[in-house]
């Protein structure tokens, strides 16, 4: 029988405070900041049409390397995004946080640190107010000393049906 390791609660809230910081930056649109939280081989997923396709062989509402995401960071700086002009007001609010690595000393091979949450996006825009809901799945990594995103796959609750435009992601 295995016993249980106990949680780590201090690397918890660290990973906690790391995430509610990258949800901030996007909100405010702090793009810059955003993006310097990723690291070099980032990757940013939205999977459409269940939460385990291929996103090789199969559509993805989003499916961006770390130049894609520099790109969409550079778009929605330059009001290129027309669909986010004006843009879109957003709080995120993230919950359930946990660490999926049973031991975080023992993580991937890269080091990388195995996180999820819930979320819950509210976006108002002219054309009203909707509701985002999910689950992200984090590969997390130490930097440098500080935390980065090395993935990150977002779950959408209805990603099994129209939606409506995303442009507000970055």
């Known amino acids: 029988m295995t016993t249980a390791r106990p949680l780590d609660v201090d690397l918890l809230r660290e990973v906690e405070q790391f995430l509610f910081r990258e949800a901030r930056l996007a909100d405010e649109g ?15 997923w939205i ?3 269940g939460d385990d396709v291929d996103p090789t062989t199969q559509m993805s509402i989003l ?6 995401i520099a790109l969409r960071v ?11 002009n004006p843009k879109s007001r957003l709080r995120r609010i993230l919950g359930n946080v946990e660490l999926l690595d049973a031991d975080p000393s023992e993580a991937g091979a890269d080091g990388d640190l195995a996180v999820g949450a819930n979320f819950i996006v509210y976006e108002s825009r002219e054309r009203g107010t909707t509701i985002w809901g999910g689950r992200t799945e984090y590969r997390l990594r130490r930097v440098d000393g500080a ?11 209805d990603n099994d049906r129209p939606l409506s435009t995303l442009a507000f992601l970055v």
């Open 74 to 84: 550079r778009q929605l700086k330059h009001d290129k995004r027309h669909s986010q």
């Open 147 to 157: 935390w980065r995103l090395a993935r990150k796959k977002v779950m959408l609750v």
């Open 30 to 44: 702090d793009y810059d900041g955003w993006e310097a939280l990723w690291t070099d081989d980032g990757v940013y």
């Open 63 to 68: 499916y961006d390397n770390r130049s894609r």
């Open 47 to 49: 999977p459409a049409n």
